[in-house]
C-alpha cells in the first residue's frame, strides 16, 4: 500500500517582482483574489486533499504572511464584542492548529528545487506534496484531491499536466510522456523550459506535485540547471531515469496563472463570477464595459 501523503510544502520565498510596486511591502502570496489571499485558496486545496502538515519555505519580508495564519486576538475580542459572529468565523477558517505550520526559510534565491530542498529535514523519509499558490486551480473536486486518489493506486511520483501552446512551453517544466488518453500518463523524461521548439510535448507541468523522498535526495546532488537555479524538474527526471516512476496527471480544472498579471486579473473575474454574492452585479458590469467598448470602436 502506497502511504498517505500528509505533509505540503509550498515555495513562498520569492520576490514577487512581477507585481511591483505591490510586493515591494505585501508578499505576493497575500495579494487577493477576491476577498482572500492567494495563498489561502492553495491551503485550502491541500486540507481537502488530506494534508494536516504546511510547510512554509519563506524569506526576508514574509513577515505577512506569518501573521495572516496566527491568531488576531485583538481583532476577535472586538468582533466578538460586536457580536460579529460571521466575520468571526471567516476568520477563524483562516487559523492554523497549533503544530501544524511550519516555517522555514530560504536564506539564497537559489531556485525552486532548492526551495523545497530547504524543507527536508521536516519532510523527512516519507511523500510529500508540493503546492505552487501562483498556479490556482478552480475544479469541482480540488486538483491535489484529484491526485492523491490517482496517486493511492501508482505510487511513485505524480505531477500535474497541463496542454499549453508550443510558443508557451519554454516557460514550464516539459514532459516526455509515452502516448495515451487517460490523465494519468507515465513520463519518459522531463525538460525545464526548454529551448523554443525544443519541447518533447506541449504537456506542461503546473504547480502540483507529489514527491517521493528520493526526489528530495537527488536535489542535495544535483547541478544548477536552466537560469543557474536548482531545478525541481531536473531532480524528477533523473527520478525518471532511474526508477521510471514518474507520471503526469491531466487533471480537471481551469488554471490560473497569477504569477502574471493578464492571470491574475482574469482569475479574479472568473471567481468572481462564480460568487453567489457578487456574480450578477459582475457580470452585468462585464456587459456594460464590452458594449461600450465595441461602441468605442
Ligand atoms: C515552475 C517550475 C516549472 C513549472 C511551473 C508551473 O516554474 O519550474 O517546471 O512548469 O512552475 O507553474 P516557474 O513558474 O517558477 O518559472
Not at 36 to 62: C, H, M, N, W
Not at 187 to 215: C, F, H, W
Request: glycine share 10%; hydrophobic share 45%; with cysteine.
Amino acid at each position: 500500500m502506497n502511504r498517505r501523503v500528509t505533509k505540503a510544502v509550498f515555495p513562498v520565498a520569492g520576490m514577487g517582482t512581477r507585481f511591483l510596486p505591490a510586493t515591494k511591502s505585501v508578499p505576493k502570496e497575500i495579494m487577493t483574489l477576491v476577498d482572500r489571499p492567494l495563498i489561502q485558496y492553495a491551503i485550502d486545496e491541500a486540507r481537502a486533499a488530506g494534508i494536516t502538515e504546511f510547510i512554509f519555505v519563506t524569506s526576508r519580508g514574509k513577515g505577512a504572511l506569518e501573521d495572516y495564519f496566527d491568531r488576531a486576538p485583538e481583532l476577535e475580542a472586538t468582533l466578538r464584542a460586536k457580536g460579529k459572529t460571521q466575520l468571526l468565523n471567516v476568520l477563524g477558517a483562516t487559523n492554523m492548529d497549533s503544530g501544524a505550520i511550519a516555517y522555514v526559510r530560504q536564506n539564497q534565491a537559489l531556485g525552486l528545487g532548492h526551495a523545497v530542498w530547504c524543507a527536508r529535514h521536516l519532510i523527512g523519509d516519507e511523500p510529500f506534496a508540493v503546492l505552487l499558490p501562483d498556479d490556482v486551480i478552480a475544479a469541482e473536486t480540488p486538483c491535489l484531491k484529484q491526485m492523491v486518489e490517482a496517486y493511492e493506486k501508482t505510487g511513485g511520483n505524480m505531477i500535474a499536466a497541463m496542454e499549453v501552446a508550443p510558443e508557451l512551453a519554454s516557460s514550464y517544466g516539459i514532459m516526455d510522456v509515452a502516448p495515451g488518453v487517460g490523465r494519468v500518463l507515465p513520463m519518459r523524461g522531463m525538460v525545464e523550459k526548454p529551448a523554443p521548439g525544443a519541447q518533447p510535448s506541449n504537456l506542461a507541468a503546473i504547480g502540483r506535485y507529489i514527491l517521493t523522498p528520493d526526489v528530495l535526495r537527488h536535489l542535495g546532488d544535483i547541478e544548477a540547471g536552466v537560469g543557474g537555479e536548482i531545478q525541481l524538474t531536473d531532480a524528477i527526471a533523473r527520478e525518471i531515469t532511474q526508477r521510471q516512476n514518474v507520471h503526469g496527471f491531466r487533471f480537471e480544472g481551469q488554471r490560473y496563472d497569477c504569477g502574471s498579471k493578464a492571470g491574475f486579473l482574469q482569475a479574479t473575474v472568473a471567481f468572481g463570477l462564480a460568487r453567489s454574492d457578487l456574480g450578477e452585479e459582475l457580470a452585468q458590469f462585464l456587459g456594460d464595459m464590452m458594449v461600450q467598448r465595441q461602441a468605442a470602436e
